[in-house]
T-cell receptor
Framework: GAVVSQHPSRVICKSGTSVKIECRSL??????MFWYRQFPKKSLMLMAT?????????EQGVEKDKFLINHASLTLSTLTVTSAHPEDSSFYIC?????????????FGPGTRLTVL | GENVEQHPSTLSVQEGDSAVIKCTYS??????FPWYKQELGKGPQLIID?????GEKKDQRIAVTLNKTAKHFSLHITETQPEDSAVYFC??????????FGTGTRLTVIP
C-alpha cells in the first residue's frame, strides 16, 4: 500500500511554455501532499504544502505565480511550472501524507525530471 | 526551525560489512524520524522510521537507533549487498506537516 505515482516521469519543453506534473495517491486518500525540488546530488527542498480543497502554502522564496499547485481531490495534486526557463530544470518530487495514525508518514512519488531548453 | 545534519556524505563498504549513517537534529520537539533510500533517477523510498517513544527499531538487516537526550539517530545496515548502494536521507518531524531532511549519504557497497 501507500503508492504514489507521478506523471510524466520526464518532460522536455521549450523556454516560455508551461508544464503540468500530476501526483496521485493510488491506494489511499491524501489530505496533504507536498512538492519538493531536488538539484543534482543535493537534498530535497520543500517547495509547497498542498491541502485538498484549499490554497497551497509556499515556502519562502518559492514563487507561487510561477509554480501553480492545485489539490482538487484527495488523490490528485498538480504542479504547473508556468513560463518555464532553463533555470527551472530540475527533479520535481511529490509526496503524500497518509492521514490518521500515524499522521507523519510521507510516501514519495518517483519524481519528474524537467528539462527546459 | 529544525536543522538536521547527516554524516558521512559518502560511505564505501565491502559487501557483507556493516554501514552506519548518523544524523543529529536541533529541535527537541521532533518526535518522528524516517529514513529514505533514493536510487538514481527515482523518488525516495521509506525504508524505516522511528518515533520518540522508542529507542531502537529493527527490520531484517536495517535498524535505527534514537538518542533523544543527545538528539541523534542512526541507521545501521548489516550484511550489506550491492543493491544497498544508493543515497540515504534521514529526516525529522515534529508531527506537523514538514519533514526536515538531512543532506544525504551516498553509500557504495563494493562487491
Amino acid at each position: 500500500g501507500a503508492v504514489v505515482s507521478q506523471h510524466p516521469s520526464r518532460v522536455i519543453c521549450k523556454s516560455g511554455t508551461s508544464v503540468k506534473i500530476e501526483c496521485r495517491s493510488l491506494d489511499f486518500q491524501a489530505t496533504t501532499m507536498f512538492w519538493y525540488r531536488q538539484f543534482p546530488k543535493k537534498s530535497l527542498m520543500l517547495m509547497a504544502t498542498s491541502n485538498e480543497g484549499s490554497k497551497a502554502t509556499y515556502e519562502q522564496g518559492v514563487e507561487k505565480d510561477k509554480f501553480l499547485i492545485n489539490h482538487a481531490s484527495l488523490t490528485l495534486s498538480t504542479l504547473t511550472v508556468t513560463s518555464a526557463h532553463p533555470e527551472d530544470s530540475s527533479f520535481y518530487i511529490c509526496s503524500a501524507r497518509v492521514g490518521g495514525s500515524p499522521p507523519d508518514t510521507q510516501y514519495f512519488g518517483p519524481g519528474t525530471r524537467l528539462t527546459v531548453l | 526551525g529544525e536543522n538536521v545534519e547527516q554524516h558521512p556524505s559518502t560511505l564505501s563498504v565491502q559487501e557483507g560489512d556493516s554501514a552506519v549513517i548518523k544524523c543529529t537534529y536541533s529541535d527537541s520537539a521532533s518526535n518522528y524520524f524516517p529514513w529514505y533510500k533514493q536510487e538514481l533517477g527515482k523518488g525516495p523510498q521509506l525504508i524505516i522510521d522511528i518515533r520518540s517513544n522508542v529507542g531502537e527499531k529493527k527490520d531484517q538487516r536495517i535498524a535505527v537507533t534514537l538518542n533523544k537526550t543527545a538528539k541523534h539517530f542512526s541507521l545501521h545496515i548489516t550484511e550489506t549487498q550491492p543493491e544497498d548502494s544508493a543515497v540515504y536521507f534521514c529526516a525529522a518531524s515534529t508531527g506537523a506537516n514538514n519533514l526536515f531532511f538531512g543532506t544525504g549519504t551516498r553509500l557504495t557497497v563494493i562487491p
